[in-house]
């Protein structure tokens, strides 16, 4: 069943969006070599609690940690550990999803640690351009599977994988609901896009194979199966009348 928010719904969707946009803008000074995940999601949890906020992922499901911290080969879900410290050159996804008077705000940006490599540097900037082209095709009366024409149209040609274990997704009071929202494209219509809507849009874009593996261990950790890179952004995005508003969009 998709969720078509109210008025009331919305403006506390627009304050937990906004807030999840502060937090992310915060964390970015401290994204720099020599930390480690853990601190970047201590300083997350010590940001949202301070402002009378919780953390959505922890707990969820079982995850343990208030962020996500996804370095280089892995795609999403990494958990934020005291080993894991940030080098130059480095690539980190962080993903954070605070819930504001009971609505969840849900973004994520990929930063760079110090230089990237050339090609590193294109992947991440092709990530943030296919998320616009994405969000770009959001209005009442397209389709969802046109999020992810548009997005495989401009990053299959240069030869990226484009990751389909996991998609965009509703959110509101709930962490995930409907519809989902494929990055790639599946060769069927899907449901129409509605005013009043709430959805992220978040491609993971891979070096190289769009095929992934999930960590047997602890569950959660999501790499790319040959190792190569991979890059994510994502916005919560609200279908308006005439288009759509971006609800985590950075000040």
Same mark, same amino acid.
């Given at each position: 069943?998709?969720?078509? %928010?109210? =008025?009331?719904? *919305?403006?506390?969707?627009?304050?937990?969006?906004?807030?999840?946009? %502060?937090?992310?803008?915060?964390?970015?000074?401290? $994204? =720099?070599?020599? $930390?480690?995940?853990?601190?970047?999601?201590?300083?997350?949890e010590d940001y949202t609690?301070?402002?009378?906020?919780?953390?959505?992922?922890?707990?969820?499901?079982?995850?343990?940690?208030?962020?996500?911290?996804?370095?280089?080969?892995?795609?999403?879900?990494?958990?934020? %550990?005291?080993?894991?410290?940030? %080098?130059?050159?480095?690539?980190? +996804?962080?993903?954070?999803?605070?819930?504001v008077d009971g609505y969840?705000?849900?973004?994520?940006?990929?930063?760079?640690?110090?230089?990237?490599?050339?090609?590193? /540097?294109?992947?991440?900037?092709?990530?943030?351009?296919?998320?616009?082209?994405?969000?770009?095709q959001v209005k009442p009366?397209?389709? $969802?599977?046109?999020?992810?024409?548009? *997005?495989?149209?401009?990053?299959?040609?240069?030869?990226?994988?484009? $990751?389909?274990? #996991?998609?965009?997704?509703?959110?509101?009071? +709930?962490?995930?609901?409907?519809?989902?929202?494929?990055?790639? /494209?599946?060769?069927?219509?899907?449901?129409?896009?509605?005013?009043?809507? *709430?959805?992220?849009?978040?491609?993971?874009? +891979?070096?190289?194979?769009?095929?992934?593996?999930?960590?047997? #261990?602890?569950?959660?950790?999501? /790499?790319?199966?040959?190792?190569?890179?991979?890059?994510?952004?994502?916005?919560?995005?609200?279908?308006?009348?005439?288009?759509?508003?971006?609800?985590?969009?950075?000040?």
């Amino acid at each position: 069943m998709i969720y078509i %928010k109210n =008025k009331s719904e *919305i403006e506390k969707m627009r304050k937990a969006g906004a807030f999840a946009a %502060k937090l992310l803008n915060y964390l970015a000074p401290f $994204v =720099k070599a020599g $930390v480690s995940t853990l601190e970047l999601n201590d300083i997350a949890e010590d940001y949202t609690k301070r402002h009378g906020h919780r953390s959505a992922p922890l707990g969820y499901k079982g995850f343990p940690k208030s962020i996500c911290s996804s370095i280089n080969q892995v795609v999403c879900h990494g958990i934020p %550990k005291k080993e894991d410290i940030l %080098k130059d050159g480095d690539i980190i +996804n962080l993903d954070v999803s605070p819930v504001v008077d009971g609505y969840i705000g849900d973004t994520s940006r990929t930063f760079f640690v110090g230089t990237p490599a050339p090609e590193i /540097r294109q992947l991440v900037e092709d990530t943030e351009r296919a998320m616009w082209i994405g969000i770009e095709q959001v209005k009442p009366g397209a389709r $969802v599977d046109e999020i992810g024409n548009a *997005i495989d149209d401009f990053l299959s040609p240069k030869g990226y994988g484009i $990751v389909r274990d #996991l998609m965009g997704h509703g959110v509101g009071r +709930n962490f995930h609901e409907e519809p989902q929202i494929p990055h790639f /494209r599946m060769g069927r219509k899907l449901a129409k896009i509605e005013a009043g809507m *709430i959805f992220t849009v978040e491609p993971m874009v +891979n070096q190289g194979t769009w095929e992934v593996n999930f960590d047997k #261990l602890d569950k959660w950790t999501v /790499r790319t199966k040959d190792g190569k890179w991979s890059a994510q952004f994502e916005h919560t995005v609200l279908v308006t009348e005439k288009g759509y508003e971006i609800l985590t969009k950075e000040d």
